[in-house]
T-cell receptor
């Protein structure tokens, strides 16, 4: 079946612009996570959705970052007034969330964001 | 807070060599431990996992044992292949009402030479 998809695969923008990054999780997966991976680093958690609600947004770096998942499926990560330091690969992952221990997360290919 | 420290790379080995990539963690309670792998041009994928102390995760000839006494989850393979060339990430999670956000190490780039 289809995996997690993310669009666009690459995004180049100018400092100060607004961007939206989209994630299409695996069908039926209720849990959705966003991570950010800077060059040479491991992914860092941004936000977790259970269904439509953001259950944990403790990883969002500041109020320029916002994410939604209005129908409990597709999610959009929104970044306002982009800064050069926002340049990174943004990863989305989903899981069935059967509330078992150590549930596998399935990652998308990522969106590579470059802020000039 | 929780953290994962893994062996810095890059690591270069000859084909059929023995591989160890060290991973230690700092966390309260009882985390689940993972190794994720990122092959060139592909997304992150789960390699193996262990959810409690003394569990051994295994997949594709790779193994790692959850050692609570040394807070470690070292990745091993007896005979590596060129196709094992990738970046390997150690990670942990602590389930909290279904929230399984992952804390990753910085990654170890492995290159296998024929």
């Amino acid at each position: 079946g289809a995996g997690v998809s993310q669009t666009p695969s690459n995004k180049v923008t100018e400092k100060g612009k607004y961007v939206e990054l989209r994630c299409d999780p695996i069908s039926g997966h209720t849990a959705l996570y966003w991570y950010r991976q800077s060059l040479g680093q491991g992914p860092e958690f941004l936000i977790y959705f259970q269904g439509t609600g953001a259950a944990d947004d403790s990883g969002l770096p500041n109020d320029r970052f916002f994410a939604v998942r209005p129908e409990g499926s597709v999610s959009t990560l929104k970044i306002q007034r982009t800064e050069r330091g926002d340049s990174a690969v943004y990863l989305c992952a989903s899981s069935p969330s059967r509330r078992g221990l150590g549930e596998t997360q399935y990652f998308g290919p990522g969106t590579r964001l470059l802020v000039l | 807070g929780d953290s994962v420290t893994q062996m810095e790379g890059p690591v270069t080995l000859s084909e059929e060599a023995f591989l160890t990539i060290n991973c230690t963690y700092t966390a309260t309670g009882y985390p689940s431990l993972f190794w994720y792998v990122q092959y060139p041009g592909e997304g992150l994928q789960l390699l193996l996992k262990a959810t409690k102390a003394d569990d051994k995760g295994s997949n594709k000839g790779f193994e790692a044992t959850y050692r609570k006494e040394t807070t470690s989850f070292h990745l091993e393979k007896g005979s590596v292949q060129v196709s094992d060339s990738a970046v390997y990430f150690c990670a942990l999670t602590k389930s909290n009402f279904g929230n399984e956000k992952l804390t990753f190490g910085t990654g170890t780039r492995l290159t296998i030479i024929p």
